[in-house]
C-alpha cells in the first residue's frame, strides 16, 4: 500500500470511532427518555393526578425526543457521506472485530483442506 493510502486509513480511523461513540451515545439518550417517559406516566397514574397535569413537562419531552431522532437521523446520514468518500478514496477496510462480519475467504480451486500432523 502507498503512504498516501495508509494516511487516508489512518484519518479514517481517527474519525470512525468517536463517530460510533456519538451513535451509541445519541441511541443511549432515546433509550434514557423512554425510560423518563415511562416513569412520567407511571408516575402521573400512581399520584392519580388529571392528564392534563404536567402536559407542558410532556410536550417538552415529546420534542427532546424528536430532536434525538432527527439527531440519530442526520448522524447516520454523516457516517453514510462518510462511507462514500471511503468508496470514492478506494480506502479499503481490512479490520472486522464485532462491528461488521469477516467476509467469507476464497475458496482455490482444487485446494486440499488443512490436515494435523504430528
Known sequence: MSKLHDERLEV???IAL?????????????EQA???MIAMAAGRKRAKVAAATGQ???????NTV????EGRS??????????QTRLDLNVRIDNYGD??????LPITEGAQPLRIVA
Open 18 to 30: 468517536p463517530l460510533r461513540k456519538l451513535e451509541a451515545t445519541i441511541d443511549s439518550a432515546i
Open 74 to 83: 442526520t448522524i447516520v446520514a454523516c457516517h453514510q457521506s462518510l462511507e
Open 99 to 104: 462491528v461488521a462480519p469477516k467476509p467469507p
Open 56 to 62: 407542558d413537562a410532556f410536550a417538552a419531552l415529546g
Open 34 to 36: 423512554g425510560h423518563v
Open 66 to 69: 424528536a430532536a434525538l431522532f
Open 12 to 14: 479514517g480511523r481517527t
